[in-house]
Nanobody
Framework: QVQLQESGPGLVKPSQTLSLTCTVS??????????WSWIRQPPGKGLEWMGA???????YYSPSLKSRTSISRDTSKNQFTLQLSSVTPEDTANYYC???????WGQGTQVTVSS
């Protein structure tokens, strides 16, 4: 059973960089053909795919967020990380990490952008 767990600060100030980590257990993030995504859901809105990192380290980003988003990984810790720069209150959302091949989701973490 693959399990994912998001971690990071729940409150970020405007203009700062939001950084979240997803810790994976039950599978290696380097397993062939596995892709690992970040998805968010602002209050009262739908799910928004932000980007992904592949088993081979390849990265993919939503065009609307590409200029502010970076996804990286630490294979020694079996973790992948989201960084979103220059945040505004519009980036307030529940953030989820997800394994794309078999649709395993983390429980999500609430991030509020506020001064």
């Amino acid at each position: 059973q693959v399990q994912l767990q998001e971690s990071g600060p729940g409150l970020v100030k405007p203009s700062q960089t939001l950084s979240l980590t997803c810790t994976v257990s039950g599978a290696s993030i380097t397993t062939n053909f596995y892709y690992w995504s970040w998805i968010r859901q602002p209050p009262g809105k739908g799910l928004e795919w932000m980007g992904a990192i592949g088993y081979d380290g390849s990265t993919y980003y939503s065009p609307s967020l590409k200029s502010r988003t970076s996804i990286s990984r630490d294979t020694s810790k079996n973790q992948f990380t989201l960084q979103l720069s220059s945040v505004t209150p519009e980036d307030t959302a529940n953030y989820y990490c997800k394994e794309d091949r078999y649709e395993y989701w983390g429980q999500g973490t609430q991030v509020t952008v506020s001064s």
